[in-house]
């Protein structure tokens, strides 16, 4: 049942986008990768030096978003890449919220990825700074999803939230949102 909406997924995006899955196999949780080195806000930023990878189910903070590799204020010049699909079970607008320090960025239902086409944008260098964004959701749809964060220097989290409007109920719970 979980995937039974996968022909009007394909209907209402279109076909041929490269990175939207074909096959109906999820598995629960985004991916993450940190990298060494701090992006800059260069959205496309890669480094040769993967510090860790993993799968996680919430973003409530930078240890959980890591898997607990990463303690809250505990890295320094350092970006994470957080990929997956994003599917809700109530089709309605969505509000997003970053939390950070220093920069990071939400793409949803887009396949390539600048600043000037995110759902949030939280970017340069700061202290803990929420910025918040919408988008229309409809059910059972897998949406790719993209989290871009950056830490410099300084102190360090990230926190990725969300509420349906119609409920409101924030949550960082990614259980039953998150896959991959
Ligand atoms: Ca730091
Ligand atoms: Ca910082």
């Given amino acids: ?27 629960s949780g985004l ?23 993993g799968t996680i189910t919430q973003i409530s903070s930078i240890l959980t978003g890591t898997n607990n590799n990463i303690a809250v204020n505990g890295a320094d010049t350092i970006t994470i890449v957080w990929t997956g699909y994003f599917k809700v079970t109530v089709s309605d607008t969505y509000t997003f919220s970053l939390a950070s320090d220093d920069a990071s960025y939400l793409w949803i239902d887009q396949t390539t990825y600048t600043t000037s086409n995110t759902t949030i944008s939280n970017g340069g260098t700061h202290p803990v700074t929420t910025k918040t964004g919408t988008k229309s959701l409809s059910a059972g749809v897998y949406y790719p999803i993209r989290i871009m964060f950056g830490e410099n220097t300084g102190g360090d989290n990230i926190t990725f939230s ?14 039953g949102y998150f896959y991959s």
């Fill in 31 to 53: 991916n993450f990768i940190v990298y060494d080195g701090y992006f800059a806000d260069d959205v496309s930023y890669t480094s040769s030096t993967i510090l860790y990878t």
């Fill in 162 to 175: 969300w509420y349906r409007n119609g409920d409101s109920t924030s949550t960082t719970d990614g259980t």
């Fill in 1 to 27: 049942m979980a995937f039974s909406s996968l022909n009007s997924f394909s209907a209402s995006t279109g076909l041929g986008v490269s990175n939207k899955k074909t096959t109906t196999t999820y598995s």
